[in-house]
């Protein structure tokens, strides 16, 4: 596995991509997601030029953060946040919370940031593909949603984030970005203050062409780069809400 010829595989897809649907590459920022790869994996992915990173765990944040404090680099939140790992997000310099998705969630970290005298910015992620066992607000709430976190003066939301449907049939799984793609442009006419919708954190390893394709600012790609993992998607995603 050479990590420096897959991100250049993966860059120059993006590139193509962008070009098929008149997009600008500059309009799409790859992030990689480091779930379960040991930094210093990780390490050749920086020097390659990367630098935005996803994790999904707490614990391998921690455990990864002194051995990449050296590098610049960003660190966003993709998984499934608990309440009670709040305080570690907010110790080891994560820039931005791509899961939000729970009222008490926003409550609790805007207490927190409160406390420390900080700000976030956030996402909140949509269950775009209606499956029981993935995290994320309902379509038709998000907007109402959005307006509640917004009173938040801490928390700044950029946009919003999914997980498509697990499927080898595009139109499928374009279903679900597209859908994305309206909450996008439905919470614009609303001009709610201190929300911002520039992106759109959607698409992975195997469907991020048609991700950009519908709109797609981050994709985030994991197997891709540092090939594929001892375990399914499943568990570090901790998409099973009876987990």
């Not at 997601?33 to 990780?42: H, L, M, Q, R």
């Not at 909140?124 to 038709?140: C, D, H, L, R, Y």
Request: proline share 2%; charged share 25%.
């Amino acid at each position: 596995m050479d990590i420096n010829n897959n991100i250049t595989a993966v860059v120059k897809r993006i590139e193509n991509a962008c070009l098929s649907c008149a997009r600008d590459p500059k309009e799409v920022k790859l992030l990689l997601a480091t779930k379960t790869v040991i930094p210093d994996k990780i390490k050749i992915a920086f020097e390659a030029g990367q630098t935005l990173i996803g994790e999904n765990k707490v614990q391998e944040i921690k455990s990864k953060f002194n051995e990449l404090a050296g590098f610049p680099h960003q660190k966003h939140f993709i998984g499934h946040l608990q309440t009670n790992k709040i305080k570690d997000i907010l110790n080891h310099n994560v820039t931005c919370i791509q899961s939000l998705d729970r009222l008490d969630l926003a409550e609790k970290l805007h207490q927190r940031l409160t406390f420390e005298k900080k700000e976030i910015d956030v996402l909140i992620q949509v269950n775009t593909s209606a499956e029981e066992s993935k995290f994320g607000i309902n379509p038709e709430d998000t907007v109402e949603f959005i307006k509640q976190v917004s009173l938040f003066e801490n928390i700044h939301i950029k946009g919003l984030m999914t997980i498509g449907l697990f499927s080898a049939e595009t139109e499928k799984v374009r279903k679900c970005f597209r859908l994305l793609k309206q909450l996008q442009q439905e919470t614009i006419l609303q001009n709610i203050p201190n929300v911002k919708m520039n992106e759109l954190s959607m698409g992975m390893s195997g469907d991020l062409e048609t991700a950009i394709e519908e709109g797609a600012t981050i994709v985030r790609v994991g197997t891709a780069i540092f090939g594929h993992r001892t375990y399914s998607d499943s568990y570090y995603w901790n998409e099973n809400k009876r987990n």
